[in-house]
């Protein structure tokens, strides 16, 4: 009977969090996790994978023991109740557990691809976000006629919380990048706005420092518009008229 190891969790835990840490790949940090739980499995003919959930489609995301044959074939598959045990899990938001696949319904348009690779069952959970969205399935296949024992599922439920950090951090650096290229392209479209007033526009910082100028052309400034960049206005101005501002 399997039994939790949980001075070993404790160590995959270590090493994945440190893989995250060092801002390595989502995929290696995936496929880490997939060796993590197949080595903490009691049971030979163990294999893990990922798949990420993106408009309501699953893409393949790690598991390095899954044939390239095999993580084509499940890549871009359109999430539904009848889409194997990943398809049926992200559709449901909860965990599907198919003991034989050759007899499974789910299974259907997948068994022959499934019989290549000697997977005979599949055990397959929403991995969900901190706002209870599912943006993954954490599926294990077994070798042999068979649903999970408790201390498994307890063991994939560890692993699965890693998956969901991993994958929310790279979801929060995509928006991140997406809002940085937003911010780029409206700047642009200031300076560019700025370029051809012909006042001169100057934001300033709360505590009273110029922050940046727009508009206007040097020939308007006592001196170079660059030059005030960082600079207090009392510093700048009269204090009568610092004052006012």
Same mark, same amino acid.
């Given at each position: 009977?399997?039994?939790?190891?949980?001075?070993?969790?404790?160590?995959?835990?270590?090493?994945?969090?440190?893989?995250?840490?060092?801002?390595?790949?989502?995929?290696?940090?995936?496929?880490?996790?997939?060796?993590?739980?197949?080595?903490?499995?009691?049971?030979?003919?163990?294999?893990?994978?990922?798949?990420?959930?993106?408009?309501?489609?699953?893409?393949?995301?790690?598991?390095?023991?899954?044939?390239?044959?095999?993580?084509?074939?499940?890549?871009?598959?359109?999430?539904?109740?009848?889409?194997?045990?990943?398809?049926?899990?992200?559709?449901? %938001?909860?965990?599907?557990?198919?003991?034989?696949?050759?007899?499974?319904?789910?299974? =259907?348009?997948? $068994? *022959?691809? @499934? +019989?290549?690779?000697?997977?005979?069952?599949?055990?397959?959970?929403?991995?969900?976000?901190?706002?209870?969205?599912?943006?993954?399935?954490?599926?294990?296949?077994?070798?042999?006629?068979?649903?999970?024992?408790? %201390?498994?599922?307890?063991?994939?439920?560890?692993?699965?919380?890693?998956?969901?950090? =991993?994958?929310? $951090? *790279?979801? @929060? +650096?995509?928006?991140?990048?997406?809002?940085?290229?937003?911010?780029?392209?409206?700047?642009?479209?200031?300076?560019?706005?700025?370029?051809?007033?012909?006042?001169?526009?100057?934001?300033?910082?709360?505590?009273?420092?110029?922050?940046?100028?727009?508009?206007?052309?040097?020939?308007?400034?006592?001196?170079?518009?660059?030059?005030?960049?960082? +600079?207090?206005?009392?510093?700048?101005?009269?204090?009568?008229?610092?004052?006012?501002?």
């Amino acid at each position: 009977m399997q039994t939790i190891d949980f001075k070993q969790l404790l160590f995959s835990q270590k090493k994945i969090v440190k893989l995250l840490a060092i801002n390595q790949s989502l995929s290696s940090c995936l496929d880490a996790i997939c060796l993590e739980l197949e080595s903490l499995l009691d049971t030979s003919g163990i294999t893990a994978s990922i798949l990420l959930v993106k408009n309501n489609h699953l893409y393949f995301g790690g598991g390095p023991n899954v044939s390239r044959e095999y993580s084509n074939a499940i890549d871009d598959l359109k999430i539904g109740p009848d889409v194997g045990s990943c398809g049926t899990a992200a559709f449901n %938001a909860s965990p599907f557990y198919v003991d034989d696949i050759s007899k499974s319904p789910e299974w =259907a348009n997948f $068994k *022959e691809i @499934a +019989k290549k690779q000697n997977f005979v069952a599949c055990w397959s959970t929403p991995v969900m976000s901190s706002s209870q969205h599912v943006i993954g399935t954490f599926g294990v296949y077994s070798n042999k006629v068979c649903l999970p024992t408790q %201390a498994q599922i307890d063991i994939i439920s560890f692993f699965i919380s890693l998956t969901s950090l =991993a994958i929310e $951090k *790279e979801l @929060a +650096k995509n928006r991140e990048n997406i809002l940085n290229k937003q911010l780029n392209h409206t700047l642009n479209r200031m300076q560019a706005f700025g370029r051809v007033l012909p006042d001169v526009g100057f934001i300033i910082s709360e505590d009273g420092y110029y922050v940046d100028v727009y508009g206007g052309q040097d020939l308007l400034m006592f001196q170079p518009a660059g030059d005030l960049i960082g +600079k207090k206005i009392r510093d700048v101005l009269p204090k009568d008229v610092s004052d006012q501002v």
